[in-house]
């Protein structure tokens, strides 16, 4: 409980300190980019090499790439029997199946499970849904994307973006590193370093989530978000948890992955969503009322793993 009343006074500080003229316009956006390059890559770096490798892995690694298909699946079911745009559609297709598994999940997990289940987290994450949001995202932006820039790049062109994002990804170099370096003991002072660094992750995230958080929606809009947060944060971990108890498997690391399937929209899927001109107020609403709503589900859900 104690966690869960810091994430929420982080998170509140974040929307505070929006209102201050010391504080840019661009706030949010540094602390993000220290984070990505700094703090996650030093969290991966502490925790992965202390996985203990074996069968269990594989499920945070291939769960979330199930729920993508599953949610996106369900969104083009609801976008048809309601009718909604394209930019709404594209919008939905980049939130609901893409969550937020690193910034938000892994201070969750810890907060739920102990630090002893981040390694999971991590894998969901990395393996998941990061690369589900280099090639996944892209695509939806490529098909749903009303800028010619990006609706008119060649499929090469697409592959090589891809790449680059994926091979370049901070966090993703510290995953490989960390695995190659996992036999290997660490030194003290260096392991210091990183474990000081790795725990500027989660105050610095959830404030810049508060920075970023926005409540004004358009009344067409309201629909779309009530549906998408539903599938989310109930119907994807539901789901989830079906599925793992119908194929019977029951380990730390699949609770890990269930509950990381219930994680609200993810802010870098938003950001997207904006580059492209997809309903962005949509999904800056989508992700504030996904974090609230989410202290609540994800609470509920934990009872059931």
């Known amino acids: 409980m104690d966690n869960i009343v810091f994430i929420l006074a982080l998170l509140l500080i974040g929307i ?18 220290f984070v990505i390059y700094i703090s996650l890559p030093a969290l991966i770096l502490v925790k992965i090499p202390e996985l203990e490798v074996s069968a269990d892995i594989l499920v945070p690694a291939l769960l979330p790439w199930v729920m993508v298909i599953f949610s996106a699946i369900i969104v083009l079911v609801f976008s048809k029997i309601f009718k909604w745009s394209r930019q709404i559609t594209g919008a939905l297709l980049l939130l609901v199946p893409l969550g937020n598994t690193s910034f938000f999940g892994i201070p969750m997990v810890e907060s739920f499970f102990g630090s002893d289940h981040i390694s999971y987290a991590l894998l969901y994450d990395q393996l998941g849904t990061f690369l589900a949001l280099a090639t996944y995202g892209t695509i939806i932006i490529a098909i749903y994307s009303d800028k010619e820039d990006i609706v008119n790049e060649s499929v090469k062109e697409q592959i090589k973006v891809i790449a680059k994002k994926v091979f370049t990804f901070p966090p993703l170099l510290a995953l490989i590193t960390a695995f190659i370096i996992a036999s290997w003991p660490i030194p003290t002072e260096l392991n210091f370093i990183f474990e000081s660094l790795a725990a500027t992750l989660v105050p610095l995230v959830i404030i810049a989530v508060g920075l970023k ?19 989310k944060l109930v119907l994807a971990p539901v789901f989830a948890l079906m599925l793992i108890k119908a194929l019977g498997i029951d380990s730390a690391a699949s609770k890990v992955a269930v509950f990381e399937a219930g994680m609200p929209p993810q ?28 202290f609540f589900t994800l609470s509920v859900l934990y009872q059931f793993l």
């Open 16 to 33: 505070a300190i929006k209102r201050l003229p010391a504080f840019p316009d661009d706030s949010a956006q540094i602390l993000t980019s």
């Open 213 to 231: 958080i926005e409540f004004t929606i358009k009344r067409e809009e309201i629909n779309p978000m009530a549906i998408g947060l539903g599938i």
């Open 267 to 294: 802010i870098s899927a938003w950001a997207l969503a904006m580059l492209a001109g997809l309903a962005p107020k949509l999904g800056a609403m989508m992700v504030a009322m996904g974090i609230i709503v989410s």
